[in-house]
């Protein structure tokens, strides 16, 4: 089956420092843009940055950028993206999700990963 | 770069045809044929529903349409039913602000 594999819930504190991974199952990176996606709690979806594993050439909204860092490994086909000092209001859901280079819409989606940021 | 503007719910009956609308500006929705729609139920990760405007992946109901006029995209929920119950969010690629993809504000479509 293919899908995009991330890894489990995260709980940490202010300062801290934070790496969340996504991995196609079942199908190779090659060939697909990655991206990130926020969703705070209550809220909207937002997209962050994506990535090109075959070439590891990024794209950042402004709003994250300097902020976050993506990143790939395209050996193993995952994906991460880097926190270096976790905010409380980086507490949220980050869903990886998959784009065909050549189109400009998501579709696969993996399940999110749960960040919590709480003193 | 802002959210492109969405009703924030929208609601009908079994059977019936609703529309949500996507508003954009001509840097982003206008500009490109590059919309999607995903459909988010509670708890779950987002759904791709249409892409390129009008396109349904493979699986979607046809009961599931989209169009776009301007800066405007749409999408059409025809036939209603209680499963179509959920968060809907357009999306649109562009190019503006060093900004690649900008998601609407999402709608809460409830079925009465």
């Known amino acids: 089956e293919v899908q995009l594999v991330q890894s489990g819930a995260e709980v940490k504190e202010p300062g801290e420092s934070l790496k969340i991974s996504c991995q196609g199952s079942?199908?190779?990176?090659?060939?697909?843009?990655i991206g990130w996606v926020r969703q705070m709690p209550g809220k909207g979806l937002e997209w962050m940055a994506t990535?090109?594993?075959?070439?590891?050439?990024?794209k950042y909204s402004p709003s994250f950028q300097g902020q976050v860092t993506i990143s790939a490994d395209k050996s193993i086909s995952f994906v991460y993206l880097q926190w270096s000092s976790l905010k409380t209001s980086d507490t949220a859901i980050y869903y990886c999700?998959?784009?065909?280079?050549?189109?400009?819409?998501?579709?696969?989606w993996g399940r999110g990963t749960l960040v919590t940021v709480s003193a | 770069q802002s959210a492109l503007i969405q009703p924030a719910t929208v609601s009908g009956s079994p059977g019936q045809s609703i529309t949500i609308s996507c508003t954009g500006t001509?840097?982003?929705?206008?500009?490109?044929?590059?919309v999607s729609w995903y459909q988010q139920h509670p708890g779950k990760a987002p759904k791709l529903m249409i892409y390129?405007?009008?396109n349904r992946p493979s699986g979607v109901s046809n009961r599931f349409s989209g169009s776009k006029s301007g800066n405007t995209a749409s999408l059409t929920i025809s036939g209603l039913q209680a499963e179509d119950e959920a968060d809907y969010y357009c999306?649109?690629?562009?190019?503006?602000?060093?900004?690649?993809?900008?998601f609407g504000s999402g709608t809460e479509v409830t079925v009465l």
């Open positions: 990535i090109y594993p075959r070439d590891s050439q990024t």
């Open positions: 999306n649109s690629y562009t190019t503006t602000g060093g900004v690649s993809y900008v």
């Open positions: 999700a998959s784009a065909r280079a050549g189109s400009y819409h998501f579709d696969l």
């Open positions: 001509s840097s982003d929705v206008g500009a490109y044929d590059y």
């Open positions: 079942g199908y190779s990176f090659i060939g697909y843009w």
């Open positions: 390129d405007v009008s």
